[in-house]
């Protein structure tokens, strides 16, 4: 990876075009974004093309918050299909449907942002400066729904440019470079790691792993990483995980492996897919080298139960109850309550796309897992009550059932659970 990483520079043609042609098109000229981005598109040459790229990149960096905004405004408007077009060549093609003419109706079928865009990832770190550029977008889009015409090119852009062949897997210990555990430390966004110690307490122990893909064109930035517990059970509460002063156990005699955090590092990639692929070559990784593991399982947030629980509230005074007590004290009774609500939170509310209302659980069902357990007084941190009064739940991937668990939920968003999730309800 490092030395394919080391020789990417080395090909960048802005290291050995010639200066008359930098000066040209690599200089600071008067030319605006939206002019250099004609310039781009009208471009035949790859030398040329690469140039420009790297000035529309410096330019759109040194945009403030209103000049990005009319870039994502010009790649919506300027650069979406051509309509006109794309019926004339669907009728040819419709006339004499030959090679060329399918040729031709393929180029035009595609709004012009793509190549825009795969251009523009021609310059240096062309591709980690786009994702920064996907992050502004998305932060548009909910004002601003017409953008999501653009978003949906970056989108499928990216899903080519970080497809699974391309993803490299590197564990994460205590050994690895102070630049990287920085950034584990700065992208944690399920338990909060608030000291270098809490760092080491979660990579330095043998019962204690970590792992995260990276990929080739954005050096040393970990994508997702997720990090793992090796133990006797499966957790009920987060603090038999996190505690530092806990009694570390052999990982040969080890029978659960928990995933305790799964992290993605970077808002513009939002929406391609990492999480499942790490968990699912982890298992499989930690079962080759630990043969007596016979459970692979997660202790998981529920962000959206405590906003969905008092959304309930108003017009259910035995809910707005149990929210109140919820604010004040928490009991075995009202634990109970809390663990009957999210039954039916996890196993009867939808989205409008009929899938589970949680995006972890979406998540984790996605991926095959089976709703196992819900945990009520899981997590007393103060991002634990404010997201759910503390309730966690488990999720437990069965690697002979997972496949045919992710086939039901993408055909039919089957939820599989557990009896005892189930008997909640009942």
Not at 57 to 72: I, P
Not at 123 to 144: D, F, P, S, Y
Request: proline content about 4%.
């Amino acid at each position: 990876m490092k030395i394919f990483q080391e020789l990417i520079p080395s090909l960048r043609l802005v290291n050995w075009a010639p200066s008359s042609i930098r000066k040209h098109l690599f200089g600071e000229e008067s030319q605006s974004i939206t002019e250099l981005c004609r310039m781009m598109m009208d471009s035949d040459g790859e030398y040329s093309s690469l140039l420009l790229a790297e000035r529309i990149l410096n330019a759109f960096e040194k945009l403030d918050e209103e000049g990005q905004s009319g870039f994502y405004e010009l790649l919506n408007a300027e650069y979406d299909l051509d309509i006109d077009l794309l019926q004339s060549v669907l009728k040819d093609y419709q006339q004499l449907p030959d090679a060329k003419n399918l040729y031709h109706l393929t180029q035009v079928a595609e709004p012009g942002r793509q190549e825009l865009l795969r251009r523009i990832n021609l310059a240096q770190e062309g591709t980690r400066r786009l994702v920064k550029i996907r992050e502004g977008l998305l932060k548009r889009i909910k004002q601003h729904p017409e953008l999501k015409r653009s978003d949906n090119d970056f989108r499928h852009l990216f899903n080519s440019w970080f497809s699974r062949g391309f993803l490299l897997m590197q564990p994460i210990d205590w050994t690895t470079p102070a630049h990287i555990l920085e950034k584990i430390i700065a992208y944690e966004a399920v338990h909060e790691i608030g000291t270098w110690s809490e760092l080491r307490s979660r990579l330095e122990p043998r019962d204690r792993y970590c792992y995260a893909f990276f990929h080739p064109s954005m050096e040393d930035e970990p994508l997702v990483f997720v990090e793992v517990a090796l133990s006797m059970n499966i957790p009920i509460n987060i603090s038999e995980v996190l505690n530092i002063e806990r009694e570390e156990i052999d990982p040969e005699e080890a029978s659960c492996a928990i995933f305790y955090s799964i992290s993605n590092c970077h808002a513009g990639l939002a929406g391609v897919s990492f999480g499942n692929f790490l968990i699912k070559q982890v298992a499989t990784s930690l079962k080759q080298r630990f043969p007596q593991l016979k459970k692979f399982a997660t202790i998981s947030p529920a962000p959206m139960f405590r906003s969905w629980l008092q959304a309930q509230a108003v017009a259910n005074p035995e809910i707005a109850t149990l929210v109140e007590q919820c604010k004040q004290e928490l009991n075995e009774i009202v634990h109970e309550r809390l663990r009957q609500q999210a039954a039916r939170y996890y196993l009867h509310e939808k989205n409008s796309r009929n899938e589970p209302f949680d995006p972890v659980a979406r998540f984790h069902l996605k991926n095959g897992a089976i709703l196992d357990r819900i945990n009520p007084a899981a997590d007393y941190s103060e991002k634990g009550l404010q997201q759910s009064f503390g309730l966690m739940v488990n999720y437990v991937y069965d690697l002979a059932r997972v496949e045919d668990n992710h086939e039901n939920y993408m055909k039919n968003h089957q939820i599989v659970c557990s009896s005892q999730v189930s008997k909640v309800l009942n």
